[in-house]
């Protein structure tokens, strides 16, 4: 088959499909034992990030192991972060660690855009590995977005509350636009650079930008994506984008005016409210918890979803945020098949 006309591309595009495709968030993670075996043999999770034969070997399990109709490039999107000039480390339990701090303008100024051929050698090399030998089905590149990567940077780590970022956002112009504007610089070469190597489409993860006020999204961050999807689609006019963000609803509006070909919602976000406002093709939006639930309860949930979807311009189904570790992966796997069979039969009707 042209991989152009597989099913999540024809979603992107706003065509319609036989069935709608699923991939999931994290799909290649710690659920599964597999991943767990070849993580260890690796060492650190960045040592795994920085290996194309064992990150490859990783990013294809889900396809085998639950049947997804994409796979997603195993890697993170502190991977570009470490090659401006900070240290990015995973401490087990606590999450990621980012250092030095950056606090003035004269650190914002030091970091550096990463070059992608010369400072990510491993990830281009893990797409071109990857594409050897998934042929029938699309590879999802990705990178974090401004907000969220300059979220990580002045926190120094995962935050609840983003009281650096936010304040460094309103009280310090200056150190703001030059760290925002050196993201999206690496953003945008970082995100081309996949491309040209070979990832079908890409999503562009703002996964925090629902701490945001409408304003202040508005205000100080939508000009840096925006900057991003423009630059993007001006270089790779074929490769549609998806944008996705965490408990962002309220920026529905807002995020409309992306020239992106897909919005990623989460679960709290309801499909048929989000297609009052937004013309894009949608993807989402389970509640990752919901794979704890019975399978009658998915399946309910999946129709639910799958005929309030109907009405989008395209659909492609996932979870509305990372698939957790505890998950079964047998539940997964059921997840994707119903999702597969409830589509079908919607469409004979
Ligand atoms: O989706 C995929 O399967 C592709 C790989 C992928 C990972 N991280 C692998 C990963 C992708 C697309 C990401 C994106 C990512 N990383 C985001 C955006 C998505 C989201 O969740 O909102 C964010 C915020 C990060 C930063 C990050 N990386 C965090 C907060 C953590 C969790 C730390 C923890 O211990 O739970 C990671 C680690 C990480 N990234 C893991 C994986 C499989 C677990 C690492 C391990 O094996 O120990």
């Known amino acids: 088959m042209d991989l152009k006309n597989h099913p999540i591309l ?24 597999r991943y767990r075996k070849i993580r260890e043999k690796a060492g650190s999770f960045m040592d795994l990030c920085k290996n194309p034969e064992l990150a490859a070997e990783v990013t294809l399990i889900p396809i085998d192991e639950i049947g997804v109709d994409a796979a997603i490039l195993f890697s993170d999107i502190l991977v570009p972060v470490e090659k401006m000039g900070i ?17 003035t303008v004269e650190d914002a100024q030091r970091l550096k855009i990463p070059e992608p051929e010369k400072d990510l050698p491993y990830v281009l090399e893990t797409i071109q590995l990857i594409k050897e030998k998934l042929t029938d089905r699309p590879l999802i ?5 401004p907000f969220t990567l300059a979220s990580y940077i002045l926190e120094g780590g995962s935050s609840k509350n983003y009281i650096a970022a936010k304040s460094t956002m309103w009280n310090d112009e200056k150190l703001w636009n030059t760290l925002m504007t050196k993201l999206t610089q690496t953003v945008i070469e970082y995100l ?48 549609p984008i998806i944008h996705f963000g965490v408990n962002a609803g309220h920026l ?57 979807a109907q ?11 990372g698939i957790l570790p505890p998950t079964d992966p047998k539940k997964a ?8 069979k409830i589509s079908r039969e919607l469409r004979e009707q």
């Open 10 to 33: 024809k979603a992107a595009r706003g065509e319609k499909t036989e069935y709608t495709p699923i991939w999931i968030m994290r799909q290649a993670g710690r659920y599964s034992e």
């Open 87 to 103: 240290n990015v480390s995973f401490v087990e339990g606590k999450g990621p660690v980012l250092e030095p701090k950056v606090e």
């Open 141 to 145: 590149g990705f990178s974090g977005a």
């Open 192 to 239: 081309s650079a996949q491309i040209k190597a070979g990832v079908d489409l890409v999503q562009i993860f703002d996964s925090w930008i629902g701490v945001l006020s409408r304003d202040d999204y508005e205000r100080y961050v939508f000009s840096y994506t925006e900057k991003i999807v423009n630059e993007l689609k001006k270089r790779h006019p074929e490769t």
């Open 252 to 308: 529905l509006e807002v995020n409309n005016r992306l020239n992106v070909d897909v919005i990623g919602l989460d679960w709290k976000t309801e499909i048929d409210k989000a297609l009052q406002i937004i013309d894009k093709s949608i993807q989402g939006n389970l509640d990752p918890v919901m794979l704890f639930a019975s399978e009658e309860l998915i399946e309910k949930q999946v129709r639910k979803i799958l005929t309030s």
């Open 311 to 321: 009405k989008a311009r395209g659909h492609i189904f996932n979870l509305g945020h």
């Open 333 to 340: 796997k059921f997840l994707v098949d119903t999702v597969h």
